[in-house]
């Protein structure tokens, strides 16, 4: 633990008297796991590849083989990882607050870790989905490169069950982080550089409504100067000691 505070007093007991809290996770609350995130570090995801390259209709359309390697690397990247302790913390803290979590993270670890109700805002990356008939079931985590997987129903070309850049985001995930964010009176955004919309635009609604907010993020993001409390340090170290501060009196 490094001499910053992570468990101001004032922030504590607001923790303490929250009467229901929505949480949105980024991919730095994975990083820990060892899953590479999208923008901040040297083997970033998008170090390799462009967004606009891969994580589009268009781009998948036009090479889905190469879109499905990459798809099916992160598969295995993320089969083979597993849930830390800022997980774990979060999932501990839902059996203790009312919490709403919704996650922009495709990675599953957040169930993994034992939190339920998880709004999955872009989508499952295990999941395979067919545009052509509806089909969904759980994807192959390893297949020969260049392989693009069809559906079983109809033969239609399938697809990473995950949001791709362009694309609506499903109803159902929308009116969860709305509701989640109209509801609470605190909002914790946790590892994400808020630059994707519309995941980023809840912590500002929440903000605008006079919830208070409470950043996790170890750098600067253009959420910071909302935040009521930006504790920067790591989520796998933050998330245990806001926890462990709040055990005592609950
Ligand atoms: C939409 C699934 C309506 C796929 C993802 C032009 C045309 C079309 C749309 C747009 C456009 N211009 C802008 C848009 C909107 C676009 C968008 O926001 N683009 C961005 C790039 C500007 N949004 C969309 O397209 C969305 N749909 O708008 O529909 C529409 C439709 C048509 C036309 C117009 C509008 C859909 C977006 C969903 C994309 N899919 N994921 C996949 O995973 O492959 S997004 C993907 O990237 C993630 O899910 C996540 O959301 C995002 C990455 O962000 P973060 O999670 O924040 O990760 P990042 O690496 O950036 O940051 C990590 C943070 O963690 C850092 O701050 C770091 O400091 C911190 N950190 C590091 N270590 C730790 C840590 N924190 C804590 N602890 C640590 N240890
Ligand atoms: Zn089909």
Known sequence: MNDLDWTPAPLIERLR????????TGAGISAESGIPTFRDDADGLWSKFRPEQLATPGAFSEDPATTWDW??????????????????????LQTEVTLDLITQ???????????TDV?????????????ACGYSGTGAVAAEAGFVPHCPRCNAVLRPGVVLFGEMIPEDGLSAATAA????????SIGTSSQVYPAASFAEFAKARGATLVEVNPEYTPLTPLADYAL??????VLPALLAALAPHR
């Open 119 to 131: 709004v999955e805002f872009h989508g499952n990356l295990f999941e395979d989905r067919c545009d």
């Open 232 to 237: 920067t340090g790591p989520a796998a170290e």
């Open 105 to 115: 993270n495709v990675d599953g670890l957040h169930l993994r870790a034992g939190s």
């Open 17 to 24: 008297q929250a009467q229901r809290i929505a949480v949105m």
């Open 71 to 92: 798809y099916r690397w992160r598969r295995q990247k993320v089969a083979a990882a597993h849930p830390n302790a800022g997980h774990a913390a979060l999932a501990a």
């Open 181 to 188: 964010s109209e509801s609470c009176d605190l909002f914790l």
